[in-house]
């Protein structure tokens, strides 16, 4: 009989210190999200509060009371926040819409056609993944500026419409779909065209999905590129517009409009994330290069 | 037979145009730039061929100083930031409820704007006449001196770069984290369980070597990624970096070609070419170092 009760007192002061150590996790855990919403909770919070009471506070508040949508109006008035918004808007569509339009016949050929050289082009592709960026970018400055192409959509789009690792991405998932598929398609004489727009692209749709996120992710934040190539505010993508914002934007101190400006930059990803959280989750593990 | 040959490159040449055009030919165009001395590019001529570009690079004050940042901002963001998420992940991993919530709260960083965020950063943290900035205020409850982060002395610019450099890069660790965690075969737990293993030591035994790939696959990243860094500090410090002291190598490089200090293409690709050449072997270090230590 004693032999049990002690037993249960360990049981019970295991379960006690389960309990202990999950709240602990749960306070660590809680600890971090605050961190990460909190410059979200700033931004927003600044964005409502009036310039007059922004500056006005030396020990900033927490909280409004007298919450303002002029810095919204402002964002979109004094600067060309509207402008640049579209800027992006068409840049990203255009650059995706192109990439994809380029990807999937050459991840098709390497996964499904045969022809002489195939094995050498493919590890010429692969090594080209190597590459980083910031090698080539200072030629294709160079390319761009000498065709005249600065300040154009054509030249900020240009040399992002390829990429070698979506093109493996894709390939690699072209070719789980079954070899007998395509013998089927092909004694049925469907062309192989008909056959990657009939079967392979439908069967495919999550991948492309994925890659598609990804990269208008990539285009609604680069910066880089658009800023050596473009010095005409006119072409200015968000994030440029943000810097020109913050370096000469609503006289310098005027910092509730710039956190309104940030807020709206900020919107269209979050919303998309929230919309598609698995795929963009999933799609990142698979494919993400940041960080 | 032939027919289907011709198919196979019709397919690859769109993609095989934009590579060659910009990939290939910059990448053996900007070996050229980087031993052309005396580089014009309004006349697009050039004195001779050297190591000149290389060794100017090599001497130039600025350079080194973006050098020492980056060095400094990849030792202390690349082990941190890998800890802090191999925490959360672990924390995550062992709950259940909010766990979706949690998740999804520590991905934002990832899909919002690195540079429109960073303002929000530098107002935070700056300290101007009007305010001394939240980040001073909370100082100063501790009994703490206020420090202007943004443009006072070099340690405290240093500090809110890897905190924010370590703020952006955490979604893409937590996220890997937390699926390779997710991926470890439960019955090694439960075996270890009916063992009456220490969880300390089941971390030690089983967890660890179970995830180390996965360790191993974002300090590789994570290294590449840091020793890029840019626009965390562009979006902190203004497009003036080597004013603020903060330039990052890849900083340096985008200055040499275009800007008020522009206009050297040959300088940059020099730059961008040690860049390069550090980034290489250290990535070849981690890789020789994962083989002995990596349980696959």
Redesign the interface.
């Known amino acids: 009989m004693e032999k049990k009760m002690d037993f249960d007192k360990i049981e019970r002061r295991a379960a006690s210190r389960k309990r202990a ?2 709240a602990a ?2 306070v ?2 809680t600890v ?2 605050l ?3 909190f ?2 909770y ?2 927003v919070l ?1 964005s409502v509060k009036s310039y007059g009471s922004y ?1 006005g ?4 508040r927490f909280f409004t009371l007298a919450p303002t949508l002029q810095n919204y109006q402002d964002a979109f008035t004094t600067v060309s926040l509207g402008r640049y918004f579209l800027n992006t808007i068409i840049y990203t569509v255009v650059t995706t819409g192109l990439m994809m ?3 999937i ?2 991840a ?3 996964a499904r ?4 050289g ?1 094995g050498i ?1 493919f590890t010429l ?1 692969l090594s ?1 993944m190597m ?2 960026n ?10 761009i500026t000498n065709l005249k192409l600065r300040n154009t959509f054509t030249g900020l789009i ?2 992002s ?2 990429s ?1 690792f979506y ?1 493996y991405l894709l390939k690699e998932n072209f070719e789980q779909i079954p070899d007998e598929l395509y013998k089927a398609a092909r004694v049925d004489g469907t062309s ?1 065209f008909k056959y990657l727009t009939r079967v392979m692209i439908p069967i495919s749709k999550p991948t492309l999905v994925t890659i598609v996120i990804l990269k208008v ?1 990539e285009c ?2 680069s ?2 590129w658009p ?2 190539i473009t010095d005409n505010p006119n072409y200015y993508l ?2 440029n517009g ?2 020109e914002i ?2 000469n934007g609503f006289g310098r ?1 005027n ?1 509730p409009a ?2 309104a ?2 807020v709206v ?2 919107v269209p ?2 919303v ?3 919309i598609f ?1 698995k795929k ?2 999933a799609g ?2 698979r494919g ?4 | 037979m032939k027919k ?6 019709l ?2 040449l ?3 145009l ?2 060659g ?7 053996i ?2 070996l050229i ?1 980087s031993f052309e001395e005396g580089y014009n ?1 309004a006349s697009q001529t050039y004195f001779g061929v050297g190591l000149y570009n290389y060794s100017r690079v090599l001497h130039d004050h600025y350079f080194l100083q973006a050098v020492q940042n980056t060095f400094l901002l990849v030792i202390i963001t690349v082990p941190l930031s890998t800890l802090i998420a191999l ?2 992940s672990l ?2 991993n ?2 259940k409820p ?1 766990r979706n919530l ?16 960073g ?3 530098m ?2 943290f700056k300290k101007t006449a ?5 980040i001073n ?1 909370m100082i100063q409850w501790f009994g703490g001196q206020s420090v202007d982060f943004i443009d006072g002395p070099y340690w405290a610019k240093m500090f809110v770069l890897c905190f924010y450099t370590i ?7 937590i ?2 984290l937390t ?1 390779a965690l997710a991926s470890v075969n439960p019955e090694y737990y439960s075996a270890a369980k009916m063992d009456g293993t220490k969880s300390f030591r089941i971390f030690y035994k089983i967890t660890l070597p179970m995830i180390s790939p996965m360790i191993f696959y ?1 300090v590789i ?2 290294f ?2 840091a020793f ?1 860094a ?2 965390d500090a ?2 902190l410090f ?2 003036d970096l080597n004013a603020a002291g903060m330039n990052t190598i ?1 900083g340096y ?2 200055d040499m ?2 800007g008020s200090s522009g206009g050297y ?1 040959s300088y ?2 020099a730059a ?2 040690i ?2 050449a550090i ?1 290489l072997t250290i990535t070849c270090i981690n890789l020789m170092i994962s083989k002995k230590s990596v349980h696959y």
Not at chain 2, 102 to 117: E, I
Request: glycine letters at 4%.
């Open positions: 150590f999950t996790d749960y660590l855990l971090w999200a961190m990460v919403l410059p979200f700033w931004m600044t500056n506070e030396y020990i900033p339009a380029v990807i016949p050459a098709f050929a390497f056609l045969d022809f002489p195939k082009a592709f080209l590459i980083p910031e090698l080539v970018v200072i030629t294709n400055f160079v390319t240009l040399p419409v390829t070698v093109i192989d992710i609604w934040n910066y880089v800023r050596l968000v994030s943000i810097q913050r370096e101190e910092i710039m956190m400006a940030v930059i900020s990803l979050i998309l994330f929230l959280r963009v989750m990142v593990s993400g290069t940041k960080g | 289907r040959s011709m198919k196979g490159w397919y690859l769109p993609a095989m934009f590579l055009a910009f990939m290939v030919y910059p990448l165009d900007v730039y590019s925490g959360i924390g995550l062992a709950i909010l949690f998740q999804t709260v520590y991905f934002l960083p990832y899909v919002t704007n690195t540079l429109a965020v303002l929000v950063f107002i935070l009007y305010t001394d900035g939240l205020l703020w952006v890069v955490m979604p893409f660790k996220l890997i699926s974002l990243t994570g590449i990624g890029k840019y626009s562009i979006a203004g497009t890849v490089v985008y070609l275009y293409p940059a690709s961008a070419l860049l390069f980034v």
